[in-house]
């Protein structure tokens, strides 16, 4: 979809139509969800601070998001989904994988599919999509954001070496900032520049990484659309608009974190059997801690004693915390004391559905 958040807010109040606006809570650490074109124009983008946009932008509107609106308008995209295939991969509310390759329409060709969906879209939820149509989905992905608003692209498997080869590497999937620079530093530009380096050597800088970035850059990607997945871990988190640092303080916060935690397991009927703290410090340094148990781990009583166990680990006195989150998973016996349920990857998404 497109600036699907700010779309549905501008649809349901037109006196935001055609204005700048931004979606997210205003605040000293309020972070965009979603920004109208309106406001990109600006330099306004998603996981910026709301605090950098309105300087960005004096005139912007900030706009507190309405995520049970946001979670219907998604429902109604699903539904016209379903009418072509059942082998829909959700990435986000707004965004979806859809293998058409047998179709409920024995419709031929996967762009009059895509401009059939396009049109119904419009016309069920008065909101533009934009779609990628190509034979995976790393090619998929990248045709979705190449013409929008509105925007339905083609990448043909014989055109498909050609496309890539003048791809910034900013675009590739799972290039991000860093890792941008990275290749920057080893000549890397563009996909045919990536293209041309060894597997060996991209093996030794990117690590697996390396084996994704050699096959993305000559359009292997053999990733099935998944309409079935299986939880691994369930987790929350909140970041702070002032650090903490005062034991009555972080042991408050660690309260509240236990009973939203415990909330989203029942909710998820999960069973997991190994609680993680995470911690992100003033300095944006980063840290977790793990505890593996012999039980499942399911209420207050049993996780809090677990979470400040884990926190006892842990100096915030003269190191203040600007984020805490707690994780469960493991759903297998337990057999060591280390899990690792979050993993940092640069991948190019946004950081709440928004395409």
Not at 41 to 55: E, L, P, T
Request: net charge negative.
């Amino acid at each position: 979809m497109d600036q699907f958040f700010a779309a549905v807010e501008q649809r349901d109040n037109p006196e935001l139509k055609g204005k700048p606006i931004a979606v997210g809570h205003d605040a000293e650490r309020g972070v965009v969800s979603t920004a109208s074109y309106e406001a990109r124009r600006f330099g306004v983008h998603s996981a910026q601070s709301i605090q950098v946009a309105k300087r960005l932008c004096p005139q912007l509107i900030i706009v507190e998001p309405h995520f049970q609106r946001y979670k219907e308008v998604s429902a109604q995209l699903h539904e016209i989904f379903h009418d072509y295939t059942d082998q829909i991969e959700p990435i986000s509310l707004d965004e979806a994988f859809l293998d058409v390759t047998e179709n409920k329409r024995g419709i031929e060709l996967g762009v009059d599919i895509a401009r059939e969906i396009k049109q119904r879209i419009r016309e069920t939820t008065g909101l533009t999509a934009s779609a990628g149509v190509s034979y995976c989905k790393f090619l998929a992905k990248i045709a979705s954001d190449w013409r929008k608003p509105d925007g339905l692209t083609v990448i043909h498997p014989d055109r498909a070496l050609g496309f890539i080869a003048q791809l910034k590497v900013e675009k590739i999937w799972g290039v991000g900032q860093k890792t941008a620079e990275k290749m920057h530093r080893m000549g890397i530009f563009t996909g045919l520049d990536l293209r041309n380096m060894s597997l060996t050597r991209l093996t030794q800088e990117f690590g697996k990484m390396g084996q994704v970035f050699y096959d993305f850059s000559r359009g292997i990607d053999s990733r099935p659309v998944i309409s079935e997945w299986e939880r691994k871990s369930v987790s929350c988190e909140q970041t702070f608009e002032s650090d903490i640092s005062e034991n009555s303080a972080v042991t408050i916060h660690l309260y509240h974190t236990v009973l939203e935690l415990v909330r989203r397991i029942e909710k998820n009927d999960f069973d997991g059997r190994t609680l993680t703290l995470k911690v992100k410090f003033l300095d944006f340094q980063q840290i977790t801690r793990s505890i593996t148990v012999d039980h499942i781990l399911r209420t207050k009583d049993e996780i809090l004693p677990l979470a400040k166990q884990l926190m006892q680990s842990v100096e915030f006195h003269s190191h203040p915390i600007r984020l805490l989150g707690l994780g469960v998973s493991n759903q297998k016996s337990a057999t060591t004391q280390e899990q690792q349920p979050w993993v940092e990857l640069e991948l190019e998404f946004e950081p709440w559905p928004e395409t």
